[in-house]
């Protein structure tokens, strides 16, 4: 195909001469149009309908979990880092990890929009880990400058998130391990890497997770900020404990069993394991 005197199909509106040709002649390729280019075609045949198809079947709950994070950051967002009584330069290493927060969780719902759904739990499986460190800077001031210098370790975090956070936020951490950190060929991951279509078992899981997520975000923000709020949903102030009381903890139950009944799997696979365990926040006695 000659391109002399054409306009280059990348859309830079040159010459495909003195545009793109310099590439594609390195290549050894005679491109064809852009519509026509596997990437592309496959962008506007499949990626684009999955997103929407996914978001015109999960509105509803999709709403929900926008507006709930849209309360927290209202609280939340403004705030500095909780004992700023030491010095202001924290302030900017807290926001950063609140933002990354929001980030990652944003990126999550994007992946899942896509059908990308094992990306999707990677993310959320970092999101966990920032909310770890927010509690564990807020503890200790010394960990704050630990995690200024990336020294914070995985297995000391963990330990201190398990004496204080609820069971079920370090179980859904392990549950996202087990299933979205090693999904490659050498491991015996639970959840095999999916296909693009939004299916129901993806659409299912995925929210609940979200869901999940965003409200682990509160709990560990209210964690942080405890002493400036004066009535707090999940925690009391003298401990600091956590209680089961909030009405927050409902909203969830119901979402997981509303989106459980609208979108049941449609064929039983080994894989297809999604306890309750999961998504219900409730802790033992330790
Ligand atoms: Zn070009």
């Known amino acids: 195909m000659s391109f002399e005197g054409n306009l280059c199909y990348?859309?830079?509106?040159?010459?495909?001469?003195?545009?793109?040709?310099?590439?594609?002649s390195l290549l050894h390729i005679s491109p064809r149009k852009i519509?026509?280019?596997?990437?592309?075609?496959?962008?506007?045949?499949?990626?684009?309908?999955?997103?929407?198809t996914f978001i015109k079947?999960?509105?509803?709950?999709?709403?929900?979990?926008?507006?709930?994070?849209d309360a927290i950051i209202g609280v939340y967002y403004e705030q500095g880092y909780p004992k700023s009584i030491v010095s202001d330069v924290?302030?900017?290493g807290f926001t950063g990890l609140k933002n990354s927060a929001i980030n990652v969780l944003l990126?999550?719902?994007?992946?899942?929009?896509?059908?990308?759904f094992i990306p999707h739990g990677v993310l959320l499986r970092s999101f966990l880990e920032?909310?770890?460190?927010?509690?564990?800077?807020?503890?200790?001031i010394k960990k704050m400058e630990q995690f200024e210098k990336g020294e914070l370790s995985t297995k000391k975090v963990l330990h201190k998130i398990k004496k204080i956070m609820p069971e079920f936020i370090t179980d859904f951490y392990y549950y996202l391990t087990a299933n979205f950190a090693h999904c490659g060929p050498f491991h015996q991951a639970l959840l095999m890497p999916r296909a693009c279509y939004p299916e129901n078992y993806t659409i299912m899981v995925g929210l609940n997770n979200l869901a999940l997520s965003t409200l682990i975000y509160h709990i560990?923000?209210?964690l942080a900020y405890l002493n400036d709020i004066s009535s707090p949903q999940f925690w009391i102030k003298e401990g600091p404990t956590y209680t089961e009381t909030s009405s927050i903890l409902d909203w969830q139950y119901l979402f997981y069993e509303d989106v459980v009944a609208d979108f049941p799997p449609d064929e039983k696979k080994f894989y297809m394991k999604y306890s309750r365990k999961h998504?219900?926040?409730?802790?033992k006695k330790r």
């Open 107 to 116: 990126g999550s719902t994007h992946c899942l929009a896509y059908g990308l």
């Open 90 to 92: 924290y302030d900017e």
């Open 279 to 283: 998504v219900k926040p409730k802790m």
């Open 220 to 222: 560990t923000l209210e």
């Open 130 to 140: 920032i909310c770890f460190t927010i509690h564990i800077v807020t503890e200790d």
């Open 57 to 69: 079947k999960t509105k509803k709950y999709l709403y929900q979990i926008s507006e709930y994070l």
């Open 35 to 52: 519509e026509e280019s596997y990437l592309f075609e496959w962008f506007s045949k499949y990626s684009e309908p999955v997103k929407t």
């Open 10 to 24: 990348c859309g830079s509106g040159k010459t495909y001469e003195e545009c793109c040709n310099k590439y594609f």
